[in-house]
């Protein structure tokens, strides 16, 4: 019985009894599904963030502060309603009171960002995303003043509340992407922000 259970088992498993002409039996691999790449370890994402030079992330950090400044004014009203929150900026005032007191700074910062690092091929791909993303939300953060200015919402009333609201959530917003961009630049990481990296990314 156990004589006829091993030729049936040598029969049906051809691994098992080699011939001239059978391969030999070799474990399988699982291949990797396609459209997907393999996600490096943490100590190996770290080993690449140490590998970006000290430059590249200062200026890209440096980048972010145009439209933080810029979207400060969308945060009147919070800090009216909480004055606490308005000590978080002390350490940024007197950046923030030379950048106000220069005539045009906001225009001549933009160009100067866009012109002199974005479209500049000296700067590594790194600094220019970054540049770029935060060119392009700065751009975003000017177009609820221009409908601001169209529709005149006033200082009462149901306009004047969806006003109120609408710069309470771009300036909660624009303080988010600012403390999110500058902690990855630092770390030397690209920061991908919400309906601004794809934009980015497509005008480099």
Known sequence: MAAAASTLLLRFSPHLHPTPFSKPFLPLRPRPLPGRTTTLPSSSSAVCAALTPATDRLISAASYALPFFNSLQYGRFVFLAYPRLSLLLEPLLPVVSLYRSLPYASFVAFFALYLGVVRNPSFSHYVRFNA?????????????????????????????????????????????????????????????LPFVADAAGRQL
């Open 132 to 192: 770029m993303q935060a060119v392009t939300l700065d751009v975003l953060l000017v177009l609820p003043l221009l409908l601001q200015r169209i529709f005149s919402p006033g200082r009462a009333g149901i306009g004047f509340q969806v006003m109120v609201w609408g710069h309470n959530l771009l300036f909660v917003f624009s303080a988010l992407c600012f403390v999110y961009s500058l902690g990855s630049c630092v770390l030397g990481r690209t920061p991908y």
